[in-house]
Structure formats: structure tokens, C-alpha cells
């Protein structure tokens, strides 16, 4: 039987309906969607189905016409509700048209449509998908997913997923080749120059929905080839367990700061334009993603749209599960990803560091600096941390502190960012103490990951892994009119960088040096593996980063800790 598709929420004044024309005879094949309101008759809602299906059949009907003037079209009439061909059956009878909509949907069972003797089973709030685009870049040996898909009542997972190409300049018979499955698809190079087209028939626990096909409006072109993070890669084939887990941490340069005039003329002017586009990034950076099989992964500089949709539909479907703030009211900020599998979520906090400077721990060192130019540049930074909260699920009595921040950027703001960073690792120290007390048979660990922007000369390294920076330190005066005096900085957890301090973390003409970190509680973990850097030689291959094979000013960082017994 077909189906009709009724989608209503009560205390709505709307209703929605959808469902799937097909007559082979008068060669229709139409999807009709209404929306009405609750409050109409029957009689009302079945018209305006009459004069939306009629005009569809009426031009196949005309068009035959003037190719067969003796084709008849006596047996369609003008006007069917009066005639009983569009009808709602309630139990097999008809539903008087004086009733109204909105009695039908507080009991939508055993409700049918007709139309034409065609017999519609209605279902309400089955798996409806709303939207579904696909991207306008497609690489060959990248992943290609859904660039938009909105739904009603659908889980991804439960609901099936199947993709076709069509070769767009050969196949003028519009025949699809069915080419792979799943909401995540890899072109290869026999689909060079190829359309795609993917279908989906939205399901959840109970339920099915009405299938919707998208085609491609672009066709499939080769990749940059083999990246650099392809070797990296062979470091990471296969998923940790037990104690075990793998981290990464990545600046992707958001869209925001690569879309500009700046950045093309200026900043990245040997880098092709298609390569600094999102659309052809954030391809590069979802394979390199997923291929390092982290269990953690924690990235700065992310898009509100590519993480809503790139990211996390893609991540969700390999059973990650993510969080995200941008920074106060910029469009860009942080996301941590972690692997549903081997750890469950107890909390989700940030914080806009400006915002809260009376933060107990750090209102005592935010008192004693008396240059207001300092508290004014300080009090004008939208930098945040956040801190995700995660229990193991083989080890329950091992909870993870996640820290996750970006810090201020410019050269001149050394000491900006040494207040930021005694800001980060005493909140993210304060929560773990807080889940501690409320833990007290579990083993709380802290990690630390971010773009700290500053090097491991600088005062945060020194705060983080000596846990002392005194008030001589070179940081506090890295400019002159914000000079801070008589502050010196202590903190208590005992921290080293889980990837040591490499050459590059950030590798542009203008600038190169490590400003990246994966800090650890080096009492709680052991490292037992850090995944190799590229090389200088494949740094400069394109001039700088970013480039056709680095999607990001930066380069990602990855190690595997261990839980020490």
C-alpha cells in the first residue's frame, strides 16, 4: 500500500502531509507536501489535495492531447470530492467532510487517504527528512556525505543510505550505477566526471519513511592525490583499548579567517583559492580526522556551520559524539569529539574568560595587576575554555577532564595570554577537584589541549610544566605600556606536553614555530605513542601552509597515553 506521510505536534495550529503520486498511464511520478491549518473541515483539506494532484494530471493530460487528439479523457472528472475519488477513510469508512482536521489527529490510526482508487496508508510523525543536499566539491579518495540533512523523527544510524553515479557527458539515458552505502561515501576514479546521486529512507526504532533522492549538481574530480597525513596515517590504523586511548588536538583555520582578501593576497598568496575554499578543505580535514581513529579529539578555530554540518553528522555516524561554543559572539570556536564507544559524557561547562575574571582562584592575581590598560586589552579578548567531563566506560572509575581553549594571537600579548593560561589550567584544575569531591572512589585525570599561541620558550610552557612563572619573566613586559609588575604565577597540577615541544606546530612565510599542545597530568598517564610530524621538506613542498594537501595553517597533534594503574 502507499503511504502518506502526516507530521503534527500537539498544541500545533499546523499539520503537515506528505505523499508520493505515482501513475504509470499518465506518466506521473510527483512528491505533494501540505501544510494546513488544524481548524479547517475535511471537505477543505481534500479540495485543496483535488486541485493540487488535478493540476499535475491535467498538464500530462493537455500535453497528450496535442499529441493524440483522440486519446480520452472523459474518465478523469473536474471535480472529485463531489464524486467520491479523493476521500479519507477512517476504519475503512468515509470520514464526513464537515469534520474537522483537527479531530482526525488526536487518533490518526486506521486513517487512509484515496486518491484516483489509489489507497494511502496515513502515518503520523513517521521519519520525514525535511532537507538533503549534496556538496559542490567531491574528491576522488575523500569522503562525500550529505552537505545538509534535516529530518523529523530519523536516526542517521537506523536509516539506510545508498549512493549512484551517472556520467554526466556519456549517459544521456539517465542510468544510475549504484556505487556504495552508507551516509559517508569515497569516490574512486572510475567516478571522475561523474554525477552522484545518494537516496535515504529515514528510519528510526519503529518506523519508516518516505525515501528522497538528491543528485549532485557538480560532477566528481580528482583529489590533491596522497597528503601528507596519509603517512601519519599508517601510525594510526587501529582503534586503542583497555587503558589505552589516542588524543588529537587541531587548529582547522576557520572559513571565516580563510575567506578573506587578507588571507588570499596577504596572508596564504601561494596557496591556489580553490584550496583555501571550505567546501575543498573541509574534505581534507574530515579524512585526516578519521583517520587518526582518536578516541579524543579536540579542535579550535571550527565553523558553527561545518561543525552542525560536516563535522558532527559525519563524526555521529562513527559513533562520536561532540560539544561546541563559539567565542562569545564570533561565528567560530572550539569542539570537542569523543568516542561514544569508550567514554560517556557527565559534563559539558565553559567559560568566556573576560567574562568571569572574579573566578576565585584567578580574582586574587586579576587584583594585584594595576595597569588598566592591561585589564582593558584583557577584558576586550572573547578567548574561552571548555571542559568536557567523560567517565571510561571499561574503566568506570576512571573520569577524564578534557580542557579545550584557542588563546589570544597577537605577537605583542605575551603576557595577555600567561593570565589567559593561569585562567585555563586553574579552572580546568577547580572542575577536576569539584568531580573529585563528588567522585571520591574514582580516579579524575586532567588533559589540556588547545592553540596556546605561544611557544615553548614563553611563560605558559614554563606555567604548565614547571608550574611556576616569577615576576621576572620576560612575558609580563611584551609590551611596554601594558607591563605587568610584582605578579608571579603558581599552579599545582604536575603537566607535561604529550608531543614534547616539535619544530613546527604552525607553518606559514610569516611565521613558524610550536604553538600547539596536548598537555597531560604526567603522574596520571604514560605516553605511549606520539604520531610523527611531517617534515620540513613536506612543509615547504607548497611554500607554506595551508596548501592543496595541509587544509589548515596548522598541523594536527596526535599521541596515544595510557592510564597508569
Known amino acids: 500500500m502507499n503511504e502518506a506521510f502526516l507530521r503534527y505536534e500537539k498544541g500545533s495550529e499546523v499539520f503537515d502531509i506528505s505523499f508520493r503520486y505515482v501513475d504509470e498511464t499518465m506518466n506521473v511520478d ?28 491535467n498538464r500530462k493530460v493537455e500535453r497528450k492531447r496535442k499529441k493524440n487528439a483522440a486519446l480520452d479523457t472523459s474518465a478523469l472528472p473536474n471535480d472529485n470530492v463531489d464524486t467520491g475519488k479523493i476521500m479519507l477513510l477512517k476504519d475503512d469508512i468515509k470520514v464526513d467532510g464537515n469534520v474537522l482536521c483537527k479531530n482526525l489527529l488526536q487518533d490518526s490510526a486506521k486513517l487512509k487517504l484515496v486518491i484516483f482508487e489509489k489507497m494511502f496508508l496515513v502515518k503520523q510523525n513517521a521519519p520525514y527528512i525535511i532537507n538533503m543536499l549534496l556538496p559542490s566539491s567531491m574528491l576522488v579518495g575523500f569522503p562525500t556525505y550529505p552537505s545538509k540533512f534535516e529530518s523529523l523523527y530519523t536516526d542517521k544510524k537506523q536509516s539506510i543510505f545508498n549512493w549512484y553515479k551517472n556520467d554526466a557527458i556519456n549517459n544521456k539515458s539517465n542510468v544510475w550505477t549504484h556505487v556504495g552505502s552508507g551516509f559517508l561515501y569515497e569516490p574512486n576514479v572510475s567516478d571522475i566526471g561523474c554525477n552522484l546521486k545518494i537516496s535515504c529512507e529515514p528510519r528510526n526504532e519503529s518506523d519508516s519513511g518516505c525515501n528522497m533522492e538528491v543528485e549532485s549538481k557538480n560532477v566528481v574530480e580528482a583529489g590533491p592525490g596522497p597528503c601528507p597525513f596519509d603517512i601519519r596515517h599508517q601510525f594510526t590504523k587501529h582503534k586503542l583499548l583497555g587503558r589505552s586511548f589516542r588524543i588529537m588536538s587541531y587548529n582547522i583555520l576557520a572559513d571565516t579567517y580563510a575567506d578573506s582578501d587578507f588571507s588570499k593576497d596577504v596572508l596564504y598568496p601561494y596557496c591556489p583559492q580553490y584550496a583555501l575554499d571550505m567546501d575543498y578543505r573541509k574534505q581534507l580535514i574530515l579524512k585526516e580526522i578519521i583517520g587518526f581513529n582518536s578516541d579524543i579529539i579536540c579542535l579550535q578555530e571550527v565553523d558553527r556551520s561545518v561543525y552542525e554540518h560536516d563535522l558532527l553528522p559525519s563524526l555521529y555516524m562513527l559513533n562520536y559524539d561532540g560539544v561546541f561554543i563559539t567565542k562569545n559572539e564570533i561565528n567560530e570556536g572550539l569542539a570537542t569529539f569523543f568516542n561514544q564507544e569508550r567514554f560517556e559524557k557527565l559534563r559539558f561547562e565553559y567559560s568566556v574568560i573576560a567574562k568571569n575574571i572574579d573566578f576565585p582562584r584567578f580574582t586574587t ?12 586589552r584583557f577584558c576586550s579578548r572573547n578567548t574561552t575554555i571548555q571542559v568536557t567531563t567523560l567517565r571510561s566506560k571499561e574503566n568506570q572509575s576512571e573520569i577524564l577532564i578534557i580542557g579545550n581553549t584557542h588563546l589570544y594571537f597577537k605577537p605583542d600579548a605575551d603576557h595577555i595570554r600567561l593570565l589567559q593560561g593561569y585562567y585555563t589550567i586553574t579552572y580546568v584544575h577547580e572542575i577536576a577537584k569539584k568531580i573529585q569531591e563528588e567522585n571520591p572512589e574514582c580516579n579524575v585525570s586532567v588533559l589540556l589541549c588547545g592553540d596556546f599561541n605561544s611557544v615553548p620558550e614563553c611563560g605558559i610552557y614554563q606555567l604548565m610544566t614547571k608550574n611556576y612563572v616569577p615576576e621576572t619573566c620576560e612575558d609580563w613586559r611584551s609590551n611596554t605600556d601594558e607591563a605587568i609588575e610584582n605578579v608571579s604565577l603558581t599552579q599545582d597540577l604536575c603537566m607535561s606536553s604529550a608531543c614534547g615541544t616539535p619544530q613546527y606546530t604552525n607553518y606559514t612565510p610569516e611565521f613558524s614555530g610550536c604553538l600547539d599542545y596536548i598537555f597531560y597530568e604526567k603522574d596520571k598517564f604514560e605516553v605511549e605513542q606520539i604520531i610523527p610530524m611531517p617534515s620540513k621538506e613536506e612543509l615547504t613542498l607548497h611554500t607554506g601552509l595551508p596548501s592543496v594537501v595541509f587544509p589548515s595553517d596548522h598541523i594536527s597533534l596526535c599521541a596515544d597515553l595510557k592510564l597508569k594503574e
Open 30 to 57: 510527483r512528491q505533494f507536501n501540505f501544510s494546513r491549518q488544524i481548524t479547517e473541515s475535511v471537505n477543505n483539506f481534500l479540495k485543496r489535495v483535488d486541485t493540487n494532484v488535478c493540476k499535475i494530471i
Open 365 to 376: 592575581i586579576w587584583s594585584k595587576i594595576n595597569n588598566n590598560k592591561t585589564k582593558e
